[in-house]
């Protein structure tokens, strides 16, 4: 209950009904006014409210989808980790094939070496068995062979010059009584042409 204070009272009492009507219609405008203004500002406070909750919708929403994108975000940067990754190991296995690629290129170069050297010892085999097939020069070096060589050679002329003079001993005995004539004769000589001569040299190819 509004209490009216007496000052007011005593006012109101002296007022004529005229002059109340004016009071209470100005009064009445006055309330009307803080009605439109209660009425706007409750307006705006409910908008204000509605443009929060929207934000705030709006806001989770937004929120919602950060975490989306952070975990799509996570899951790539592993994903790119891990390949990074693998491309640091294919890099690796890439120059461990290469290495091994030279690697066996040079086994084969030296195999082929082997290979060769085993087909000239074999082919050399197989000449010297064909010129001593009893294996008779196989444990020879070269200058034993060589020795061997000069040896025979010798051995050739003097074979060769023993048969000749025995040759000679053996005519001159079935015929005594002919004067064998022997200046001349030498046994690295040939008949040529009617005549004794030197056996020609043969000529180097």
């Known amino acids: 209950r509004m209490k009216i204070s007496d000052a007011d009272q005593s006012i109101l009492a002296s007022m004529g009904p005229e002059s109340i009507r004016n009071v209470v219609a100005e009064s009445s405008v ?6 439109e203004v209660a009425t706007f500002l409750n307006g705006r406070e409910c908008k204000y409210l509605q443009e929060r909750d929207e934000a ?19 899951l790539e940067t592993k994903a790119l980790e891990e390949s990074q ?5 294919l ?18 170069v030296e195999l082929e ?3 060769s ?13 064909s010129v001593d097939p009893t294996g008779t020069y ?31 001993a053996q005519l001159r005995i079935l015929n005594p009584s002919v004067e064998l004539v022997t200046e001349g ?7 040529v042409d009617g005549r004794i001569a030197s056996p020609a040299l043969d000529e180097e190819v």
Request: proline share 0%; aromatic share 4%.
């Open 30 to 35: 006055a309330v009307f006014k803080l009605l």
């Open 56 to 74: 705030r919708a709006h806001a989770k929403g937004f929120g919602e989808r950060l975490s989306v994108v952070e975990k799509d975000l996570s």
């Open 85 to 89: 990754a693998k491309v640091t190991q």
């Open 91 to 108: 890099e690796k296995d890439l120059l461990d094939a290469r290495e091994e690629e030279r690697r066996l290129k040079d086994k084969v």
């Open 113 to 115: 070496g082997k290979l």
């Open 117 to 129: 050297s085993m087909t000239l010892a074999s082919t050399a085999d197989e000449e010297e068995k």
């Open 138 to 168: 196989a444990g020879f070096t070269r200058a034993g062979l060589i020795s061997k060589i000069y040896e025979v050679s010798d051995l050739q002329l003097d074979v060769a010059s023993s048969s000749f003079k025995n040759a000679v």
């Open 185 to 191: 004769l030498d046994e690295m000589k040939e008949v």
